[in-house]
């Protein structure tokens, strides 16, 4: 058995096929699921999702590029939403600084740019205790933000588990995360041929103390890179993952899937 912890199933992607994806998914071997949302309204689809389809899911929250278009309050919302049986997670949420690394020479731009990462930090923080509050652990997007997104996190440690996905750091970034009770997950960046670093930590991490996933639609493994990405493909990230940590699929499965089943429940 096979879990997939970030699948963005509520995308446009799958509105014409999402039977034959889940088809797919099970005959692969994938036999959980979770949604992952993106902003309030994906959160709401993500809970339609698991209603309709029982291997599924969802996570609720606001994902941090969809701040600046979320309403100021955002808590209320989310509260009514993670009283649904079938939210089993909040995320993603977290920062990204990517589109904007640098801070512009504009003043006028400058304090949007401020004003942006304040509120990133301020919804993170707010979707952490939600978690608290809620006794749900959260998934956690990090993009080019280490320092800060840590610093946010680290005061939580103890109080919610959290998972970094898509990760792509170094093994002692990922051991410093075990340290503090959590987690890293790895998609099909780590069939890459440039993907050294993921490569070698997924290799020498302990057992039980990452997951699998595709954040599918993006990110196909080889050989589907640069195609739609899909749940089924856990599984050929899941066979090259195994090499690389010299066990059978069988044992990679058992023990990540252990994980991640722990991970996504109420605690």
Known sequence: MLIDTHAHLDFPDYSEDLDAVLARASEAGVSRLISISTSLESSARAIALA??????????????????????????????????????AIGETGLDYHRNATPPEDPALLSAWHANRARQARFFEQQLQLAVDSRLNVVVHQRDSW??????????????KAVYHCFGGSLAQALELADLGFFVSFTGIVTFKNAAIAQDTVARLPAGTFFLETDCPFLAPIPHRGKRCEPAHTRVTAEHVARLRGETLEELAAHTSAAAAAFFQRR
Request: glycine content about 6%; hydrophobic content about 45%; proline content about 12%.
């Open 147 to 160: 320092e800060d997104t840590l610093a946010i996190l680290r005061p939580f440690s103890g109080k919610l």
């Open 51 to 88: 209603q309709a389809h029982p291997q599924i899911g969802a996570a609720v929250g606001v994902h941090p590029c969809y701040v600046d278009e979320s309403p100021e309050d955002i808590l209320t919302p989310l509260r009514a939403l993670v009283a649904h049986p079938a939210v089993v």
